[in-house]
């Protein structure tokens, strides 16, 4: 399983953002997917995640009204559009499979938001 995420990078506070997640080793279309972030000195966090489908989403509170998260199974890839971003949005975002992590993160990609 290989889980390619890109697209962070340096933003202002109230930026935007959109990362990607290139998937590979599962059955993308059957798997309900969700982007994590882990902040330095903090445990990892569930931020989005979407069913397999593509018709269920569920947003933590913290990024509701300001993140998208979508998919397209053709490419195999999932995506968080980031809105609005704040300082406290910081972190490494890695993408993985949901409920259930697989064993293998990838590196995941860095969001720094400036105030």
């Known amino acids: 399983v290989q889980l390619q995420a890109s697209g962070g990078g340096l933003v202002q506070a109230g930026g935007s953002l959109t990362l990607s997640c290139a998937a590979s080793?599962?059955?993308?279309?059957?798997?309900?997917m969700a982007w994590y972030r882990q902040a330095p000195g903090k445990q990892r966090e569930l931020v989005a995640r979407i069913s397999g489908g593509g018709d269920l989403t569920y947003y933590a509170h913290s990024v509701e009204d300001r993140f998208v998260i979508s998919r397209d199974n053709a490419k195999k890839t999932t995506y968080l559009h980031m809105n609005a971003l704040k300082p406290e949005d910081t972190a490494v975002y890695y993408c993985?499979?949901?409920?259930?992590?697989?064993?293998?993160w990838g590196q995941g990609t860095q969001v720094t938001v400036s105030s």
């Open positions: 080793g599962i059955i993308f279309s059957i798997n309900n």
């Open positions: 993985n499979t949901y409920p259930s992590p697989h064993e293998s």
